[in-house]
């Protein structure tokens, strides 16, 4: 088992930033993707930005070039930062961790990220 706390979620005027962080505890797997899903309201979660255990990411079109993905192996924590926010990118962020091997996926409660002047 694999459990996720995030934060850093609030409330951004467009064109501002915030940092997105979730930290894990249980039993890891050696291969396995940390990243980031997100839903806005009458839409279906949609994937925001993965990082693999081998440091290979992947993101989302609508993200590329405005939120970076990195993880602390260490502390056991994925950050999202996330630059140049619009209002389409408000929802509740969800952090996920991915067991590669067995195609487990374990959920953060998310975080809310509102975008609005």
């Known amino acids: 088992q694999v459990q996720l706390v995030e934060s850093g979620g609030g409330l951004v005027q467009p064109g501002g930033s915030l940092r997105l962080s979730c930290a894990a505890s249980?039993?890891?797997?050696?291969?396995?993707?940390m990243g980031w899903y997100r839903q806005a309201p009458g839409k279906q979660r949609e994937l925001v930005a993965l990082?693999?255990?081998?440091?290979?990411?992947n993101y989302a079109d609508s993200v590329k070039g405005r939120f970076t993905v990195s993880r602390d192996n260490a502390a056991n924590t994925v950050y999202l930062q996330m630059n140049s926010l619009k209002p389409e990118d408000t929802a509740v962020y969800y952090c996920?961790?991915?067991?590669?091997?067995?195609?487990?996926?374990?959920w953060g409660l998310g975080t809310q990220v509102t975008v609005a002047s």
């Open positions: 990082i693999f255990s081998t440091n290979n990411t």
């Open positions: 249980g039993t890891f797997f050696s291969t396995n993707a």
């Open positions: 996920l961790y991915r067991a590669l091997r067995t195609g487990t996926d374990y």
